[in-house]
């Protein structure tokens, strides 16, 4: 399986499609980021950090002992568990 890896400014585009009121500048709304980033468990948080600073998922795997098929797979996961919480998180704001 050949892994497609996604870029941190097709994060942000996905990111910035998500509602969020006018007075939220990106530094905040990046920090949102952040602080669901460092809820996610050990493995996942590792995975996806390694992912934003540029590492392929072949790289990662090196690291983690997965394969890099399973890592891509995580990637996609986590994108969508943190969108999903970060949607969350501003309908409670």
């Given at each position: 399986?050949?892994a497609?890896?996604?870029s941190?400014?097709?994060?942000?585009r996905?990111l910035?499609?998500v509602e969020?009121?006018?007075?939220?500048d990106?530094?905040r709304?990046?920090?949102?980021v952040?602080q669901?980033i460092?809820?996610?468990?050990p493995?996942?948080r590792?995975?996806?950090?390694?992912?934003?600073?540029g590492m392929d998922?072949?790289?990662?795997?090196d690291?983690?002992g997965?394969?890099p098929?399973n890592?891509?797979?995580?990637i996609?996961r986590?994108?969508?568990?943190?969108?999903h919480?970060?949607?969350?998180?501003?309908?409670?704001?």
């Amino acid at each position: 399986m050949n892994a497609k890896m996604i870029s941190f400014e097709e994060i942000e585009r996905t990111l910035e499609s998500v509602e969020q009121p006018r007075d939220i500048d990106r530094e905040r709304a990046l920090g949102e980021v952040q602080q669901v980033i460092l809820k996610l468990r050990p493995l996942d948080r590792q995975i996806i950090i390694s992912y934003l600073e540029g590492m392929d998922a072949a790289s990662i795997a090196d690291i983690t002992g997965l394969t890099p098929a399973n890592i891509a797979m995580k990637i996609h996961r986590i994108k969508k568990i943190l969108a999903h919480r970060i949607r969350e998180e501003q309908s409670h704001a």
